[in-house]
């Protein structure tokens, strides 16, 4: 199965094409640049890299969030767009922290991704990895990051763009918790090929494609506001 990902979830921007066994060519770069400036140039450079053209494609993944916004709506509008004229392809969305997962699938064990919401605040994911395969034991979700001390009493690997502060701050007295290495850390667009992959169920139609944000957006926010003061 050929696939084309984009992820576009946090400060790294990244596009793969992968066949199932392989990854033919993928590019991450660590971005001041708005998602919407470079992502499609870089989803035509791998595919120029890998050969593949979009009619030899079977499917095209993003990540899904949580994450940024802005960017989530960047890359669900680019496959959207990238589907127009190629129906047949299949559609997914896949949770970043499930692909964050998948980064560190050869530790046997416990992982745990966390990316940064805000102060305190943290989206989070616990998985369980055979070395091979990903179960998911604790659903993605939005929480403060002390709630992260229920997870202290096994060896786990932590992964995401705050492992290093979560593990300063919540486990620097638990040795058998340690970080995942630097390249790790970050999303990758290959991850998350992996990811539906191991349960092509989870296809969708491109209408159906949608952002799992965990929290209400800004905008959502901001009307709640408004009608509790009105």
């Known amino acids: 199965m050929k696939l084309l990902a ?3 979830s946090g400060k790294t921007a990244s596009a793969a094409v992968t066949d199932g066994s392989l990854v033919l060519a993928e590019k991450n770069v660590y971005t001041t640049l708005t998602h919407s400036q470079i992502i499609l140039p870089m989803v035509q450079e791998v595919m120029n890299d890998s050969g593949v053209t979009f009619d030899g494609l079977d499917g095209i993944v993003c990540a899904k969030g949580p994450g940024s916004y802005t960017g989530l ?4 509008a680019a496959v959207k767009g990238m589907l127009m004229g190629h129906e047949k392809l299949l559609c997914a969305g896949i949770s970043t922290l499930e692909a964050l997962a998948v980064n560190c699938l050869a530790y046997r064990g416990r992982i745990i991704p966390v990316m940064a919401a805000r102060k305190g605040i943290i989206y989070m994911g616990v998985y369980q990895s055979d070395g091979e395969k990903l179960t998911c ?3 993605d979700k939005v929480c403060k990051e002390d709630e992260l001390e229920a997870f202290r009493d096994a060896p786990a690997v932590i992964t995401g763009d705050c492992c290093e502060a979560v593990k300063q701050s919540i486990f620097a007295d638990c ?3 340690i970080c ?3 390249a790790d850390r970050l999303q990758k667009a290959s991850s998350l090929c992996m990811a539906f992959e191991a349960d092509t169920s989870r296809a969708v139609t491109a ?3 949608a952002a799992a944000y965990l929290q209400d957006t ?3 926010k901001d009307k709640a506001h408004r009608d509790q003061s009105g």
């Open 6 to 8: 984009i992820d576009t």
């Open 73 to 76: 709506r960047i890359g669900i």
């Open 137 to 139: 034991i604790s659903p």
């Open 175 to 177: 040795p058998d918790i």
């Open 180 to 182: 995942a290495p630097p």
């Open 207 to 209: 209408d159906e494609l």
């Open 218 to 220: 800004k905008a959502e």
